[in-house]
Nanobody
Framework: QVELVESGGGSVQPGGSLRLSCTTS????????MGWYRQAPGKQRELVAT???????TYADSVKGRFIISRDNDDNTEILQMNTLKTEDTAVYSC???????????????WGQGTQVTVSS
């Protein structure tokens, strides 16, 4: 069993910054991709950012140049640094991780519980 615990959501004014953290624990041999999704009320879920085990990053066009994703493979933690936040960034942000319980195990996709980010003046 794998558990992802998020922290760092909250409220901020436009132009501000927030830092989200997500720690993965449980039966883990390795973690492949990690990343963040978000979902705003009445909108489809959007992939915000991903990072592979080797450190390759991808971002949604809407957050490029403002958000930075990083990970610590020793602590199984991923970070989403969100800068120059806009009102349209308001959403519930959920982290995910693709984990393996052994060298030949299939990949298991696990999710965090979600954390609210609200950007308003």
């Amino acid at each position: 069993q794998v558990e992802l615990v998020e922290s760092g959501g909250g409220s901020v004014q436009p132009g501000g910054s927030l830092r989200l953290s997500c720690t993965t624990s449980g039966r883990i041999f390795s973690i492949d991709a990690m990343g963040w999704y978000r979902q705003a009320p009445g909108k489809q879920r959007e992939l915000v950012a991903t990072i592979t085990k080797s450190g390759r990053r991808t971002y949604a066009d809407s957050v490029k140049g403002r958000f930075i994703i990083s990970r610590d493979n020793d602590d199984n933690t991923e970070i989403l640094q969100m800068n120059t936040l806009k009102t349209e960034d308001t959403a519930v942000y959920s982290c995910y991780a693709d984990t393996r319980s052994g060298p030949l195990a299939v990949v298991l996709l696990s999710w965090g519980q979600g954390t609210q980010v609200t950007v308003s003046s």
